[in-house]
């Protein structure tokens, strides 16, 4: 099979797995201690949290915390649900935040989803007309998940610097990838989006900035997360941290071909989003007429999508794509390919001929 789907998840970096096992501990070894236990194995593995904890730290600007979730959508919750003030939010966000607009409204707090322009970047104008004295959060992207346009985060910072609101920046398909965005309070990002283990995410919460916790118990995590951590998630994390930071230069070079020889392959078929602004691992096409469902079983050994990985199945247009002005046939009519560090160019080659040729099956 041939995995084109990189933005739903990615493969388990073989450094991420080797520092996990050590962690997921049997009955004969010292380390499956609880990491917020007083004793020695407590000890040892609330160490490898903090190891790991340090690791993905490097990840983020400097002068802020780690706060070890679940994945990036609890990272989104905590952020929107744990802030104070009116959040302004844009209307390609993923779900996880989107989603939270009733739990916010419930707590007597506006919820306003902005526009974005045709190529799928934030409108900006909308933006500072939309500021009022009690805006409190502004929540952006830095990487759409099914577009990979990349928002103007310095004009979205600066315009809540002078509002005097937060800026949560969903960094989910960024980090690992670009650099950590400026002027941020609160970012939020997923392990197994850059080649770590499911189940694990970060908050990254500026020094200074207060949050409310969305789940109480122990107190761990500063208080704001209860719940006993992972050492072998936080270590798997850690490990995928680091390596992304190593391999950046080395990952983004790699893309850059497969993302040229992808281009030249579907010539012809148009670009969903800013061909400019934009993360070149992912490749979201539309070929006018075509059926997304038939393609993919016709094309049974190449894992793509057909719209976000969330949403796949729903039958309703992408939200992203008709936000951007898509009719639902131009929509329906789109697959995404989202392809990183462990494809091979025989891969993507044997990927683009499959689906071209399921495609001209079809008469398009």
Known sequence: MIYLDYQATTPLAPEAREAMLRWLGGPDSDTFGNPHSPHRMGRMAAAAVEAAREQVAALFPPGGRVIFTSGGTEA??????GTTGDVLTFATEHAAVLDCARAVEAQARGFTVLPVLGDGRADCAALESAITPQTGVIAAMAVNNEIGVIHPLDAVAAAARQAGALLLVDAVQAAGKLAPPEGADLIAI??????????????????GVSL??????????????SGTLSPALCAGFGAAA???????EEDRAHLERLWNRARDAFAGW?????????WHGNLNLRKQGLDVARLMSD?????LA???ACASGSGRPSHVLKAIGLADAEA????RLGFGRYTTMADLEAAATAIITAAREQGI
């Open 306 to 308: 057909a719209g976000s």
């Open 332 to 335: 329906k009519s789109s697959i």
């Open 76 to 81: 989104l919750n905590l952020a929107l649900r």
């Open 212 to 225: 409310a916790p969305l789940i109480l118990g122990g107190g761990q995590e500063g208080g704001l997360r």
């Open 190 to 207: 997923s392990a197994h989006k850059l080649h770590g283990p499911k189940g694990i995410g970060a908050l990254w919460v500026r020094d």
């Open 299 to 303: 094309c049974r050994t190449v894992m």
């Open 242 to 248: 680091r390596i992304a930071g190593e391999r950046r």
């Open 270 to 278: 148009e670009l969903n989003g800013s061909a400019v602004h934009r």
